[in-house]
């Protein structure tokens, strides 16, 4: 029988479905039966801490267990029920400008033996995973980001579970800002697109949702709140995409650090609309960063069987050496890409038909062409 083996890693901003993605593909991968029908027995090694662990092994030591730990159906039993990622993770880049080990990591997965590398991770991630594709690995691809920004799939790990927080997290702001009568301004995250901020905010029914795709009016807020107050709210939910701008500003930047990709970290734009509608209203008003909670916790229902299909899926293209592409998930199927169509400009929200711009809210009109 052919033997091949398999790298799996998770790369970039953790999120739940990332575990239940690797159990999947290693027991898919492992399957006895179908190791008989394909006449080849896989093999699967996780890779630990994103690329990381390809960039900073030690080819003599090649299996060096901080790096790297093959994977059993055993291991893996329980992994669909945990968030975070059990390989670990990192925003490490082999092809930083300022110190390239790309030549190491080709070293390496030769030094392991590797015949394909499942790749799970968002833009950066697959971006690097393209890259060595075009290098001569057999890489495939799996989407994910809370942000749910790729191009070419309508679904990314992590989203529903982000957005379950936020939904949970707004339940609770609710109870103690109707009885401060408080006016409470939620920061999601959400880089360049306001899927987490607006569909987290239909959820939860939120009086005002900013995304990054328009740029606000803070005085139009101002007035929305007070509108809102004079006919007879208590209080008022504002979800604030941190990728959100005002007109005529510029993203609110945490810290001036980069990563390795050039990201700078965002945050800030909850505070700066909860201070501005204070001192123009009146009304009190708190902020809350939901940050990293979003990425945090159990995967719910919906990432569990994602990360299911996409595990299984990664795992057929390997079987089918359909290398270069990443599984997606388009008009209700489970499908595969070219890993490119993924790294074009972001997936955002159509503000022709998916935004409200004068009530800064989710659209009220869904099957006609007005508002
Ligand atoms: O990768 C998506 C994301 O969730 C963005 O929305 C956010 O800007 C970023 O991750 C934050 O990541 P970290 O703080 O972990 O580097």
């Not at 059993?72 to 300022?98: F, H, I, Q």
């Not at 070293?107 to 060595?132: F, K, M, P, Y």
Request: glycine share 12%; charged share 25%; aromatic share 8%.
């Amino acid at each position: 029988m052919k033997r091949c083996k398999i790298g799996i890693l998770t790369g970039g901003g953790d999120c739940a479905g990332l575990n239940p993605a690797v159990k999947w593909a290693v027991k898919t991968a492992l399957d006895a039966r179908l190791a008989a029908e394909r006449e080849t027995r896989y093999e699967i090694l996780g890779i630990r801490n994103g690329w990381e662990g390809l960039m900073y092994m030690d080819p003599a030591f090649p299996m060096d267990p901080h790096h790297v730990v093959p994977l059993n159906e055993e291991l893996v039993r329980t992994w669909d029920r945990y968030g975070g990622t059990n390989l670990g993770t990192s925003r490490a880049n082999p092809y930083n400008p300022k110190h390239d080990l790309s030549r190491t990591v080709l070293q390496n997965i030769e030094s392991l033996g590797l015949d394909s590398l499942i790749v799970i991770g968002g833009e950066d991630t697959l971006g690097v995973a393209s890259r060595l594709s075009r290098e001569g690995v057999s890489v495939v691809g799996i989407p994910k980001t809370i942000d749910k920004d790729l191009p070419g799939t309508d679904y990314t790990l992590g989203f529903e579970t982000a957005l379950n927080v936020i939904v949970e997290c707004v339940d609770r702001l609710r109870t103690t800002a109707g009885s401060h009568r408080r006016i409470f301004v939620v920061e999601t995250m959400g880089r360049y697109a306001g899927w987490l901020a607006l569909e987290g905010g239909e959820s939860s029914g939120a009086y005002i949702i900013l995304i990054p795709e328009y740029d606000f009016s803070i005085e139009r807020v101002n007035d929305l709140i007070l509108e809102g107050n004079r006919s007879g709210a208590r209080y008022e939910i504002v979800i604030v995409a941190e990728g959100a701008k005002p007109a005529g500003g510029a993203e609110f930047i945490r810290d001036n650090r980069v990563d390795s990709f050039g990201h700078h970290a965002l945050g800030g734009v909850g505070e700066f609309v909860a201070r501005s509608i204070q001192d123009a209203t009146g009304l009190e008003t708190r902020s809350m960063t939901l940050s990293h909670l979003q990425r945090g916790g159990v995967p719910c229902a919906y990432d569990r069987r994602m990360g299911r299909y996409f595990g299984i899926a990664a795992v057929d293209l390997v079987v089918q050496e359909e290398f270069g592409k990443m599984v997606a998930y388009r008009s209700g199927r489970i499908t595969a890409i070219p890993i490119e169509e993924a790294l074009g400009s972001p997936h955002l929200v159509d503000i022709e038909t998916q935004y409200d711009t004068a009530r800064y809210n989710g659209r009220r009109t869904i099957l006609s062409h007005c508002r």
